[in-house]
């Protein structure tokens, strides 16, 4: 045999260990044990005193719970106490990571449903007051995913988060203070007069002028929400917000001009709503907004055009655009042909 291949079959097999580490090894994660043993043993390691066997217990999670098979098994095998129990840890990475793992749960509908099965939403609104950032962020973004869902935001009303969550919208950073908007938006659709009771009109106005369009868009949603009950009508008229809405309703973000046009339709049947709206120059840019594509724009523009049409002297102002409303009622939406309709009719009444 050749020289040269000696020293390669040599080299081979020689008994010398290298230093590089495997490929694919990650040493921030646990190990995952093979199939049904994996989430127990991470169940178990969550709750180790060594704090590097929590973290890397909770990374290793964090990559499980993207599949809503590893998500729905974490939950039935006994995570979700845990986890609730790391929400406290003293350490904050772990604190970070455990409401990273309640933030991807909430992203999968079974996970939305332990949140109340199990009780979870008063825990994660414990660390309303956390000091890290990114942890709130977290625990936000978590609440956010919960309240998109009727039984969400009840449970969230019920506990009393409301007026906890409007006093938190002033100090709170711009991003935070969006995801905040966000739960607040949806809560508000289930019982506004928490949020009422809590000054929450002031300060969702004084959000409508942000220069951010997430946080426009999530203050004129919540500010529609609010505007639904007749309390809300009236603290709408009594905190001056129609100058700040008619301004919103020439804003580049469709959704930010749609729950504006949406709070004066709202607000406008009222009496003082609608001579407000009036005095405030809403008619001109609500015409404006008639030939939208948006569907939800159009509509409530129209909507709020009929509520304003019931004063006499807006009536007679939109007899002129008569002609600008009927190319709407060959709309291939039938609810944007109806509200057309019905803003004709309410302009051309006669005494």
């Known amino acids: 045999m050749p020289r040269v291949c000696k020293a390669v079959i040599k080299s081979m097999a020689s008994t010398r260990i290298s230093e590089q580490l495997p490929p694919h090894i990650d040493l921030t994660q646990a190990p995952v044990a093979f199939g049904n043993r994996a989430l127990p043993r991470l169940s178990l390691e969550l709750q180790d005193p060594q704090l590097c066997i929590r973290q890397r217990a909770l990374a290793a999670l964090c990559d499980l719970v993207h599949d809503p098979k590893r998500a729905y098994e974490a939950i039935h095998k006994g995570c979700l106490e845990r986890l609730k129990a790391l929400l406290q840890d003293r350490d904050s990475s772990v604190r970070i990571k455990t409401t990273e793992v309640f933030y991807l749960l909430a992203a999968h509908n079974v996970g939305r449903e332990a949140f109340l099965t199990w009780d979870v939403v008063a825990p994660l609104s414990d660390l309303l007051d956390e000091p890290v950032d990114a942890c709130r962020k977290n625990m936000h ?191 291939p939406a039938s609810i944007i042909c109806r509200a057309a309709a019905t803003a004709i009719r309410v302009i051309s009444w006669t005494p």
């Open 141 to 331: 973004r978590a609440l956010k995913m919960v309240a998109e869902f009727p039984a969400g935001a009840v449970c969230m009303v019920t506990l009393g988060l409301v007026p906890r969550l409007v006093l938190k919208l002033p100090v709170e950073q711009e991003e935070i203070r969006a995801l905040i908007l966000a739960t607040l938006s949806y809560c508000v659709r289930v019982d506004a007069l928490p949020a009422l009771a809590s000054n929450g009109v002031p300060m969702l106005r004084n959000q409508l002028s942000h220069p951010s369009p997430d946080i426009r868009r999530a203050a004129a949603s919540a500010m529609l929400g609010i505007s639904v009950p007749s309390e809300g009508k009236h603290k709408v008229c009594e905190e001056g917000v129609f100058p700040v809405l008619v301004k919103l309703l020439s804003d580049c973000d469709p959704g930010v001009t749609a729950s504006a046009a949406g709070t004066i339709m709202n607000t406008a049947i009222i009496t003082k709503g609608k001579y407000q709206a009036l005095k405030a120059g809403a008619i001109p840019p609500l015409l404006e907004l008639v030939g939208s594509e948006d569907r939800a724009v159009c509509a409530n523009a129209l909507r709020a055009l009929t509520a304003l049409a019931e004063a006499p002297c807006a009536r007679e102002q939109l007899l002129e655009h008569l002609p600008l409303l009927k190319t709407r009622l060959n709309h």
